[in-house]
């Protein structure tokens, strides 16, 4: 919603100065000019990413339209979770949550968090750490370690989109100005002409500039960042299960455990301490 609002800005303002100045909007419909600009930038994007990169900006576009789903209700869920499989791992032994980690889909303590199940790749991050704890004696540091090289892996794989729409937001400037010297060439070929007919010529070659800036500012350049920030907001994800999963290997309680991955998330996503408590024993009284 957010992203739409903002390119109705940027065009209302850029659009609008340009009509208030005494512009005429017909002078900016070049589609010449636009097709060798998107064109050239969407050549170069096929060249410079691999099939996997490309998919992967493809899927991620749409998402920049979305609300976040990163969210308090998400961690809310996300350390319930995880609280309630620590506890009966706590009271039964960690040969009780074998089925759950095995088969999450048919476990009844993952079935009541659809929203943290509907993320295959958290739910694969935290059961495969669970059977790790399942399997036998772990050294915290090295698992610390083995978890660090995960989410980094995660995190440049979730980067993909970012980078190569950031690329291609930095290539439209300069593919712009190829635009605009394709037009002076025509236009100096053409200097026969009336000069009314000459400066029509001229307009056109400087819209290639102009376009080429426009898009990589207003429009697509912003979107690289919001993705960025998405990307960000799904890495406290797997950070927060880090913190809980390696506190409970150091010895804490399952309710402590809980409080070191609510510390790791951001402030406006963070339940309080009482917010917390309070929905893990509305939970439990279920």
Known sequence: MFVIVGYVVVLGAVLGGFTLAGGHLGALLQPVELIIIAGSAGGAFFIGNTPAGIKATFKAIPSALKASRFNKALYMDLLALMYEILSKVRKEGLMSIEGDVENPESSPIFGKYPSV??????????????????????????????????????????????????????????????????????????????????????????????????????????????????????????????????????????????????????????????????????????
């Open 117 to 286: 199940t509907a993320d295959h790749h958290a739910v694969e991050f935290l059961t495969d750490y669970l059977r790790m704890m399942v399997g036998g004696n772990l050294n915290a540091f090295e698992i610390e370690n083995l978890m660090d090289s995960e989410i980094e892996t995660h995190h440049q794989q979730s980067h993909v989109p970012v980078m190569s729409i950031g690329r291609v937001a930095d290539g439209l400037p300069a593919f712009g100005i190829v635009a605009a010297v394709m037009g002076v060439v025509h236009t100096m070929e053409s200097v026969g002409i009336p000069p009314s007919e000459l400066g029509k010529l001229i307009a056109a070659a400087l819209v290639g500039t102009f376009l080429g800036i426009l898009l990589c500012y207003g429009f697509i350049g912003p979107i690289g960042n919001l993705l960025e920030q998405k990307a960000d907001e799904e890495a406290k994800m797997y950070l927060c299960m880090k913190a809980v999963l390696l506190a409970s290997m150091s010895g804490y309680a399952p309710q402590v455990a809980v409080e070191f991955g609510r510390k790791v998330l951001y402030s406006h996503d963070r339940p309080t301490f009482i917010e917390l408590e309070d929905d893990l024993k509305a939970r439990k009284g279920k």
